[in-house]
């Protein structure tokens, strides 16, 4: 009986220490055991791309709260672009900084970093990254040296239930190697590409039960990345960029990915159940809607109310020397506005881009520049002939029923037949020499009419991923005082 | 950058959006723009948001009377 009790001992003790060494991962496969014999779950609620939609924060608020009552060990994820497209936080005086109190109200644990991260700046982005009390993670930039930003490439969390979750960050890369912004705004960062990146962080799995990236490349390139790696190597992609409504399952490659389309009409609730021996088995998500109907949280929509109300888009940012009378004397500003703003030799505005005909002498607020401006157009630039430009503005003249394009950099004189249609368009300098037609300039103008124009040239273009309006906000900042355009004669029309 | 509207091949510049794509899409085939947006998916199935941020390959489908058949995510 004795012999029989120690040998049942001795047989336990080895079993124990067998399991506790290969716990220790002496494999570079193997997953990290769980420290219980139960299964566990993990819960995610993921939304992407909020862009400053901080209207619908007070009901993301209430369901965070229910679902933490049920779902103690949830975690709350941003899959990036958190920032741009909200005027009463882009212009905030700390540029972006509302959305990101909201963040922090809301105790979101971990956000990715998308490409309109980078439009507070590198000085804005990094307070932006000090600020926030959760991380951001993006594994394939390197900030600026000496810089103080707040960025991890991935982070290892281990929930009350021990499970041990990583969470890796990538960012989409351009042909250009930046993400998509405006390249002064990642000066000093560098990028590496993000399909490559992604191989060196599957070793994660040896500390992690857990492993999930949280991608701002766009779902069509999740997929590709998920097909890329090998099977099962990673359990979830939360993804975001292109403002994909994922509704149901997506599994390639045995990864779950998912996108909640956009500005919190929808976030994702994720389940995953993890074995005791550390194997992910079960993956579900169910995508809600959240929207600004229903219950909300008040202190949330207290917050929300006094960001609203902040003065700031109706403060003077410059001060206009005469009135303005006419669309045309508008459509001049706003065209010197995107020449500068583009740092282009030549801007054109559409007539159909100019709201308002008249501006009176005084303060010019932001508000004053959104009505100017209401469509949220961006800036695209191009490198065109003269004779491609001539062809612009002749197309331009018939498709915008028969009103010339408002010119910055250049004058223009159109010759309209009987028909009514223009002709010829000739093109001068300031100084009223003509314009050198086989010359390449580079021409400014918004991305409407970079796709609707149909006309004949080399150059498809490049987006500058500066909205119209913001640029002309930060010419008049500039410029403080605007000399009178009641004078300004750039476009000419002659019957024939 | 090079992307595809209901399987033709487009040339748009680099940063635009969906919307964008859709305005190409008709201007090539010179048809008029809907007063009402259509609908977009994209290849597996999913609805895209018009604002939906594009990138070099991508493949958008617009809906139309006759629905043609998507391909799927696995099962």
């Known amino acids: 009986m004795k012999k029989t009790i120690r040998l049942t001992v001795l047989t336990r003790l080895i079993i124990i220490s067998f399991s506790m060494f290969m716990g220790t991962g002496c494999s570079s496969t193997r997953r990290l055991a769980a420290d219980s014999h139960t299964d566990k779950t993990v819960e995610i609620l993921a939304v992407n791309d909020m862009h400053a939609y901080i209207d619908n924060f007070p009901r993301l608020a209430f369901m965070v709260d229910s679902l933490r009552a049920l779902y103690p060990n949830l975690l709350l994820i941003s899959g990036g672009d958190n920032q741009t497209g909200n005027p009463i936080n882009d212009q905030y005086p700390e540029k972006g900084m509302p959305i990101i109190e909201l963040m922090n109200a809301l105790k979101f644990d971990l956000s990715a970093i998308g490409n309109h991260e980078f439009d507070s700046k590198p000085d804005g982005f990094a307070r932006i990254t000090n600020r926030a009390k959760f991380n951001f993670l993006c594994a394939n930039l390197t900030p600026p040296a000496n810089s103080d930003f707040r960025i991890s490439p991935y982070k290892i969390i281990t929930l009350p239930n021990g499970v041990k979750i990583a969470l890796v960050g990538l960012l989409h890369i351009n042909a250009r190697g930046i993400p998509d912004t405006h390249p002064d705004n990642v000066t000093g960062f560098s990028f590496t590409d993000p399909f490559e990146t992604a191989t060196h962080y599957l070793s994660l799995r040896d500390s992690s039960q857990v492993l999930v990236f949280l991608n701002h490349i766009g779902f069509e390139n999740d997929v590709l990345l998920a097909n890329q790696l090998p099977h099962n190597a990673i359990d979830l992609i939360i993804g975001a960029h292109s403002h994909t409504r994922v509704e149901k399952e997506q599994m390639h490659n045995g990864i779950l990915i998912t996108q909640a389309e956009r500005r919190l009409k929808y976030a994702t609730l994720i389940k995953l159940k993890v074995k005791p021996d550390g194997k992910v088995v079960e993956r579900e998500m169910k995508l809600l809607t959240v929207g600004n109907k229903g219950s909300e949280r008040s202190d949330i929509r207290t917050m929300v109310n006094e960001f609203n109300d902040n003065p700031v888009l109706k403060a003077s940012i410059a001060v206009a020397d005469d009135d303005f009378t006419s669309a045309e004397q508008v459509g001049y500003l706003m065209a010197d506005a995107l020449r500068a703003g583009a740092k282009a030799e030549i801007a054109f505005v559409n007539p159909g881009g100019v709201r308002v005909e008249h501006l009176p002498k005084g303060n010019i607020s932001p508000l004053n520049v959104y009505s100017m401006d209401p469509f949220g157009n961006d800036i695209t630039l191009f490198n065109l002939t003269g004779v491609e430009i001539r062809r612009m503005l002749i197309f331009a003249y018939k498709f915008d029923e028969f009103l010339p394009l408002y010119p910055s950099g250049i004058k223009s004189r159109y010759l309209i037949n009987s028909d009514g249609n223009a002709e010829d368009v000739q093109l001068f300098n300031y100084d009223n020499t003509p314009l050198d037609m086989k010359r390449k300039y580079t021409v400014a103008i918004n991305n409407y009419m970079a796709t609707v124009y149909d006309f004949e040239h080399q150059d498809s273009g490049t987006g500058l991923f500066r909205p119209t309006a913001e640029s002309m906000i930060e010419y008049l900042r500039n410029q403080k005082q605007i000399a009178s355009y009641r004078n300004e004669k750039r476009v000419e029309i002659i019957k024939q | ?75």
């Open chain 2, 1 to 75: 950058m090079k992307i595809k509207v209901n399987n033709t091949q487009l040339e748009i510049f680099d940063g635009a959006t969906v919307l964008d794509a859709l305005r190409v899409y008709h201007k090539h085939r010179k048809r008029k723009f809907p007063k009402v947006l259509p609908t977009i998916y994209d290849v597996y199935g999913n609805k895209v948001a018009p604002d939906g941020e594009l990138t070099e390959g991508n493949a958008l489908f617009i809906k139309r009377k006759n629905k043609s058949r998507l391909p799927a995510s696995e099962p």
